[in-house]
Structures are given as structure tokens and as C-alpha cells.
């Protein structure tokens, strides 16, 4: 089967770095998104992979192992409107996007 | 650009009515649409891909008789929750994907509540 494991819940302070990761194991690959959705509002793109790497995008980056299949979405300078759920999504050999179940980022002062 | 826009935002509506939602992208083409479900504290289930011209690909258990999807324009799909009941009750999201790369990045739209008393 097609699964993406993310943790359920992270906390950090603002200020600080947080990573938050992202493994998947799906009936081939053909990118990685990372979203994010505050609660009660639907989900904003990020970012999109497809090659190993880092990918850097002003205070986010988002990295890539597809030999691993990994992921990781790593936020600087956190910011209390940081507070969000953090999706992954890889999209599958038949371009289906499979999702995970999200990650809740809790920002403390 | 990549802007999504869904309405109504808000609906609450009496059981047995049904129940129209627009989704267009707004500076962009999208041959291909999708319609979201999300209960609260859940993650997004997607319930059917909507293709151009052409009828949508349901998810198993999305009745399609239930949830009608109609895409056709390159800028507007609708989803009509038919002889809706309170457990319909859920925020429905859509997105559309930009350009014609099956890989490509969906954007979405801000959502729809709808409360079925």
C-alpha cells in the first residue's frame, strides 16, 4: 500500500528552528509537496521537489531523499502565524497525489 | 497568480435540500479540478478528480450520484451535494492544477462550510 508518515504534533519556540519530517513509501514517485494549512482556511503550496536536494524559499526549505524517501520541511525564525499544520503530499506513478495526515506546529513565546 | 476562488463560502441549509459549490481559477487555466473533504481535526480526503469535458473520477465511497461534478470550462467546476443531510455537515475544499503537468502544483481554493441542520 501507499503511506506517508509525518509526526502527528511539534512544538517550538519563536524564534528557533523546527524540522519537520516526512517519510513515504508510494507506488513510484513523481514529486513531493509541502502545504500549509492554518485552521479553518484550506491549504497553501510551499513547495514542490522532485529532485534530491535542498530547495530554499526565504525562511522555509524543504529537502528531498528519494533514495530514502524522505523529506523534510524546515522552518527558520519562527514566527507565532507559523502555527499551522504542515502537509506533505508525494504524487504516485499514476500522478495521484497521496496525502499525509499532517503535522500540527504549536509556536510557543 | 495561481488564484483559486470557491463559493459560497458559508452555506447552511435545511436536510434534504441540495446544494451548489463554484470553484474557478482565476488567473489560469486548469484542466484538471479536485474536491477535498474535511472533517474537523481530520486530514483532507479527496473525493473526486475533475477532468475538462469530461465526466470526474470518484474516490471509493464518494457516491457519484450524491456529489455531482460538472467542469465545463477550463476555469470553473461546481460540486452539488444532492438531498444533502446533516452528515454532510464538513468543509469541502477544491483546487485546480496549473497547467497541463500531471505533476503539477494544485492550488486551492479558500473552502466551503457546510452546516446541514
Known amino acids: 500500500g501507499q503511506n506517508i508518515d509525518q509526526p502527528t504534533e511539534m512544538t517550538a519556540t519563536e524564534g528557533a528552528i523546527v524540522q519537520i519530517n516526512c517519510t513515504y513509501q508510494t507506488s513510484g514517485f513523481n514529486g513531493l509537496f509541502w502545504y500549509q494549512q492554518h485552521a479553518g482556511e484550506a491549504p497553501t503550496f510551499l513547495s514542490y521537489?522532485?529532485l534530491d536536494g535542498l530547495e530554499e524559499k526565504g525562511r522555509f526549505s524543504s529537502f528531498l531523499s528519494r533514495s530514502k524517501g524522505y523529506s523534510y520541511l524546515l522552518l527558520k525564525e519562527l514566527q507565532m502565524k507559523d502555527s499551522a499544520s504542515y502537509l506533505c503530499?508525494?504524487?504516485?506513478?499514476?500522478?495521484?497525489?497521496?496525502w499525509g495526515a499532517g503535522t500540527k506546529l504549536i509556536i510557543k513565546p | 497568480g495561481a488564484v483559486v476562488s470557491q463559493h459560497p463560502s458559508w452555506v447552511i441549509c435545511k436536510s434534504g435540500t441540495s446544494v451548489k459549490i463554484e470553484c474557478r481559477s482565476l488567473?489560469?487555466?486548469?484542466?484538471?479540478m479536485f474536491w477535498y473533504r474535511q472533517f474537523p481535526k481530520q486530514s483532507l480526503m479527496l473525493m473526486a478528480t475533475s477532468n475538462e469535458g469530461s465526466k470526474a473520477t470518484y474516490e471509493q465511497g464518494v457516491e457519484k450520484d450524491k456529489f455531482l461534478i460538472n467542469h465545463a470550462s477550463l476555469t470553473l467546476s461546481t460540486l452539488t451535494v444532492t438531498s444533502a443531510h446533516p452528515e454532510d455537515s464538513s468543509f469541502y475544499i477544491c483546487s485546480a492544477r496549473e497547467g497541463g503537468l500531471e505533476y503539477g502544483t494544485q492550488y486551492f481554493g479558500p473552502g466551503t462550510r457546510l452546516l446541514v441542520l
Open positions: 503530499a508525494v504524487v504516485d506513478s499514476n500522478y495521484q497525489l497521496i
Open positions: 521537489n522532485v
Open positions: 488567473d489560469f487555466q486548469a484542466t484538471t
